[in-house]
């Protein structure tokens, strides 16, 4: 069956027949997304996996919870303001946006509002349609050898920057990622943020607005800056406190700023507004015809190439999986959640801990996706709803404490994963790898080596290495009706521990294990489930 899409905003044609072209069912209802009601009734009733959005439909709590079938949210935009990720992850949802879709456009006009604000051209404008010939009253500054700062140098950033020096502008950058290497290819000067705040004439911001963001032109900083500078706000508003800044254009310290954002949208009132040299404009960094079409292309593609091949692009609560990844890890993903759902069905007491080794061909995979994968087979033999999204979610609600090891390869395998689970009471080990055949194998339980297929359902047991076992386990299972498909046996030593692990038809029943209990000969008597 085909996967089913709701597109509940304004998304182009082009973009729509992507998904059709795809072979993704598709129902477009541009204008569902502004009645809450009918999009929670639509999507209770739908089956959709997807949902494809721009700004005007709200994903809460509720709408999270009537979407049951829903498998992944997209907005075709950068902002995901309208989307509860943390409710989104609980669900299993990923929530994917375009942040590159609109990179250029955004740009553009912060370098287009800083010409704006240089020139005074919006007051100049309104001037000289009213009859008045101000000529002398609107002076400006050239950007010809002035100091651009930019403050956070990732993509957006480095384009702004990237044009500024086409304006023969000096470019100073503050951003704590950004490397030395790439400050020397984008032909920027790395600083601290003191640094550029004394020395910029110009500073435009472009970072995501986050704890550690949120007021960072403030009235503290704004005091460090440079007398006469020139503010460009394009990327979030609450990143420059507004009241502080409109005090610092009224004292004369700041020449002007920028606004395109703004802390409360859409923006009825700000301290900015009225006052002398200050340009505003109602959120329009993304708004270009190509821009719109841009992120409308990408966000179809990445819907479709996640539920028709498991591809993940630009996630922001999971590992982002390329198509060519995705074919590759698929055993691989598949070997970890089956690790993970062997200690899940062997662990009833609380984990406190999980140590992945990732060996070989395994550590040079996506590392974080292995994770979650593990993490999802862990945890779901106690909740049949937890997937690769919430797994990270819920282990970090619980208190587990999840470590990573990669290594080069160090044993027989090209690759193999191996995971140890430390309760209170004990700890547990297993490892496995893909062999040729793309079929993933159990090769290693407590410490002892084995061979063993992964099937649907098995009977593991443990014992100590005596005589009889192989004979009481067939007997035993052969008298209850139990058909042994496969059986793969392993011990640390002669008369050690020793280990079976049986491939059988169907679920084996509590009477049977309880029968081999009562043997005597078996220390555990496990039955296992495997999602095959």
């Known amino acids: 069956m085909a996967p089913k899409v709701l597109v509940s905003d304004a998304l182009s044609e082009s973009a729509v027949q992507i998904f059709r072209d795809r072979g993704v069912e598709v129902d477009f209802e541009p204008k569902l997304g502004k009645d809450k009601d009918a999009l929670i009734a639509k999507l209770r009733d739908g089956g959709y996996e997807g949902l494809a959005i721009r700004s005007a439909t709200k994903v809460t709590q509720e709408v999270l919870d009537a979407a049951t079938d829903l498998k992944v949210v997209a907005r075709a935009g950068i902002g995901v303001d309208n989307v509860d990720i943390p409710a989104a992850s609980q669900k299993g949802v990923i929530v994917m946006n375009t942040p590159f879709g609109n990179s250029i456009t955004t740009a553009e006009h912060a370098i287009a509002m800083m010409f704006a604000v240089a020139r005074q051209i919006p007051e100049a404008d309104a001037s000289t349609q009213a009859g008045k010939w101000e000529k002398s009253k609107f002076m400006g500054v050239e950007l010809t050898a002035k100091t651009l700062g930019v403050i956070g140098c990732g993509n957006i950033g480095s384009i702004a920057a990237d044009r500024a020096k086409g304006l023969r502008m000096k470019v100073i950058a503050f951003d704590p990622f950004l490397s030395q ?6 032909g920027v000067e790395k600083v601290e943020l003191d640094e550029l705040l004394a020395r910029a004439d110009f500073i ?23 007398k006469g500078v020139r503010i460009i706000n394009c990327a979030r508003g609450g990143l420059v406190d507004e009241a502080a800044l409109a005090e610092a254009i009224k004292s004369g310290h700041v020449a002007g700023a920028a606004f395109d954002v703004f802390e409360v949208e859409p923006a009825k009132d700000s301290p900015l507004f009225g006052l002398p040299n200050v340009v505003c404009t109602p959120h329009l960094g993304a708004s270009t015809t190509e821009a719109q079409e841009n992120v409308a292309l990408q966000v179809a593609e990445q819907i479709s190439d996640y539920l028709l091949t498991g591809a993940v692009t630009n996630a922001l609560n999971m590992p982002s999986v390329t198509a060519e990844e995705a074919k590759v890890m698929g055993p691989w993903i598949k070997l970890a959640e089956h690790l993970g759902a062997f200690v899940g069905q062997m662990t009833e007491e609380p984990i406190k801990e999980i140590n992945v080794t990732l060996d070989g061909v395994a550590s040079k995979m996506n590392v974080k996706a292995l994770d979650c994968a593990v993490l999802a087979g862990l945890m779901k033999p106690q909740n049949a709803e937890i997937n690769m999204v919430s797994a990270p979610i819920v282990a970090k609600d619980r208190g587990i404490k999840s470590s990573t090891t990669t290594q080069d390869k160090t044993g027989v395998f090209d ?8 309760t209170d009471k004990r700890e547990r080990s297993i490892a496995g790898t893909v062999f040729s055949d793309g079929k993933p194998r159990f090769i290693q339980i407590k410490g002892i080596t084995i061979d063993a297929e992964i099937g649907e359902h098995m009977l593991y047991t443990t014992n100590k290495d005596v005589p009889g076992i192989i004979g009481t386990l067939g007997r035993t299972l052969g008298e209850m009706g139990v058909n042994i498909a496969n059986f793969t046996l392993g011990r640390n030593q002669q008369g050690g521990d020793a280990i079976a692990l049986l491939y059988v038809d169907a679920e084996v029943p509590a009477n049977v294990r309880k029968a081999l209990s009562d043997t005597g000969m078996f220390q555990n008597v496990s039955a296992l489930q495997f999602a095959i």
Do not use: F, Q, S, W
């Open 181 to 186: 290497e790439r400050a020397d290819k984008l």
């Open 204 to 226: 435009t911001l472009h970072v995501p607005l986050t704890d550690k963001t949120r007021g960072i032109l403030n009235a503290e900083n704004l005091a460090k800056t440079k």
């Open 415 to 422: 690759g193999y994963i191996k995971i140890v689970v430390k």
